[in-house]
């Protein structure tokens, strides 16, 4: 049966990336409730935000490489652009045993961590930005609160406290420590890398680390559900 299956999403795979077919685009959604920075309960369904338009859209060159990176006869809602030339890339593994996350393992996180306080989803960027647009059910710990304790300390205190992690100094105690997805802006953005190895530098045990490497760049890119529509 495992088999069949296999080759049967095989053949799925291979039909909607051949030439002169029509895009299968996934429908996957997760329904959360998370509180906002206000403390307001929020029912929502994160996934791809599909536009009626967007479904029969041509798998090919003149469709995805055209122009600015997509077709001139592309509807708006189809295509986003964003600046591409900022900050440095970043290798596919972080360090050494904490696990790389794209789409599809964020969405079952953010669906597991539902059930879970263990669980947290984690903005590392500054305040600002996390404010303006950021993946929902995330919180905000700024990475130069965990990268400059000595400048932050309050915050750094209450990360860490959030973060499950007993003790005001070396050594700390992680056994209560939760599991953790970190990103930031996209794979070119050192502050969630930075953050990691901080905390890795703690103690922080690497398998309850998880690092989404994409960012809000490969968020935004396939229209997945934001705080800011």
């Given amino acids: 049966m495992l088999k069949q299956l296999l080759i049967l999403t095989t053949l799925c795979s291979t039909y909607a990336f051949s030439e002169n077919n029509h895009t299968q685009l996934q429908s996957n959604t997760v329904e959360i409730n998370y509180k906002d920075k206000n403390g307001t309960s929020i029912d929502l369904n994160v996934g791809r935000n599909l536009s009626v338009k967007c479904k029969q859209l041509l798998i090919a060159n ?39 996350f794209g789409e599809l393992e964020v969405l079952d996180f953010i669906e597991e961590m539902q059930e879970d306080e263990q669980m947290l989803l984690v903005d590392t960027r500054k305040p600002l930005w996390f404010e303006y647009r950021t993946i929902p059910s995330a ?19 209450i990360a860490m406290k ?17 599991t953790i997805v970190l990103f ?9 890398p930075a953050m990691i190895n ?17 960012g809000m760049a490969s968020w935004l890119n396939l229209n997945m559900t934001t705080t800011k529509k």
């Fill in 139 to 157: 919180i905000n710990i700024s990475f130069e609160y965990i990268l400059r304790p000595h400048l932050f300390e309050k915050e750094f205190k």
């Fill in 184 to 192: 930031c802006n996209a794979s070119w953005c050192g502050q969630s």
């Fill in 62 to 100: 003149e469709t995805f490489w055209s122009g600015n990176h997509a077709g001139f006869d592309v509807p708006e809602a189809c295509k986003a652009t964003f600046v591409t030339t900022s900050g440095q890339l970043s290798p596919m593994i972080v360090a050494e045993g904490v696990e790389t």
């Fill in 198 to 214: 901080s905390l890795l530098s703690f103690g922080y045990p690497a398998e309850k680390l998880k690092w989404y490497r994409g």
């Fill in 162 to 178: 959030t973060l499950g992690v007993k003790g005001v100094k070396k050594p700390y105690d992680f056994s209560k420590a939760k």
